[in-house]
């Protein structure tokens, strides 16, 4: 692998826009809102729908761009926040949004439980009705929303416990340069 790698020159243009597509990503989406002048959320779609917008307008007429890899935005910065700090480009895109009365909610990141039902939950009513089998039904309905619940309640004690670790360390970039830019917190944070 060494013997065959090149350098190849860094095409300053595209690094910086991916940059800001990426920091655009952790600002518009990953559950935060920008607030329209309006008040209006400025929604630019779901996970993978923002990455998909992002590579729509940023690389929209470029020449050597990837197009319709909306898969480079999605997720935002998660695989390189901790190379740099990127409080800088957060603060570029925050007076961007102030300039034409925009605001930024912050939600803190929590894992949720989201449950699908079985294919085999549907009704039946062709099939012979069987008392047990019923009971027996309902029986394990029973203990798998025990389960469910239980389970929930695990990720709420989780969720708590990283608020308030996150409380211990110094509030993240995206925080850090609504600060500067508005001199405030966004609304959401501190996490309650």
Same mark, same amino acid.
């Given at each position: 692998?060494?013997?065959?790698?090149?350098?190849?020159?860094?095409?300053?243009?595209?690094?910086?826009?991916?940059?800001?597509?990426?920091?655009?990503?952790?600002?518009f =989406?990953?559950?935060?809102?920008?607030?329209?002048?309006?008040?209006?959320?400025?929604?630019?779609? =779901?996970?993978?729908a923002?990455?998909?917008?992002?590579?729509?307008?940023?690389?929209?007429?470029? !020449?050597?761009?990837?197009?319709?890899?909306?898969?480079?935005?999605?997720?935002?910065?998660?695989w390189?926040?901790?190379r740099?700090?990127?409080t800088?480009?957060?603060?570029?895109i925050?007076?961007?949004?102030?300039?034409?009365?925009?605001?930024?909610?912050?939600?803190?990141?929590?894992?949720?439980?989201? !449950?699908?039902?079985?294919?085999d939950?549907?009704?039946?009513?062709?099939e012979?009705? =069987?008392?047990?089998?019923?009971?027996?039904?309902?029986?394990?309905?029973?203990q798998? %929303?025990?389960?469910?619940?239980?389970?929930?309640?695990?990720? %709420?004690?989780?969720?708590?416990?990283?608020?308030? !670790?996150?409380?211990?360390?110094?509030?993240?970039?995206?925080?850090?340069?609504? %600060?500067?830019?508005?001199?405030?917190?966004?609304?959401?944070?501190?996490?309650?």
């Amino acid at each position: 692998m060494r013997r065959e790698y090149e350098p190849s020159p860094v095409d300053e243009e595209e690094e910086v826009t991916e940059l800001v597509g990426l920091c655009l990503w952790d600002v518009f =989406s990953d559950n935060h809102d920008v607030i329209a002048a309006d008040g209006r959320v400025a929604d630019i779609g =779901s996970f993978r729908a923002a990455g998909a917008f992002l590579d729509e307008h940023l690389t929209h007429d470029q !020449e050597g761009w990837r197009d319709g890899d909306y898969l480079r935005f999605y997720l935002g910065t998660i695989w390189i926040s901790r190379r740099a700090d990127l409080t800088r480009v957060y603060a570029m895109i925050f007076r961007r949004l102030k300039v034409v009365d925009a605001d930024w909610m912050y939600h803190f990141p929590e894992i949720g439980l989201v !449950e699908l039902a079985r294919a085999d939950d549907t009704d039946n009513s062709d099939e012979a009705y =069987s008392v047990s089998q019923s009971a027996v039904a309902e029986l394990e309905a029973q203990q798998r %929303r025990a389960e469910v619940e239980r389970f929930r309640a695990e990720l %709420r004690q989780a969720n708590a416990r990283a608020r308030e !670790e996150a409380m211990d360390r110094p509030p993240p970039a995206t925080v850090r340069a609504y %600060r500067q830019v508005y001199g405030r917190d966004p609304r959401g944070w501190p996490p309650a």
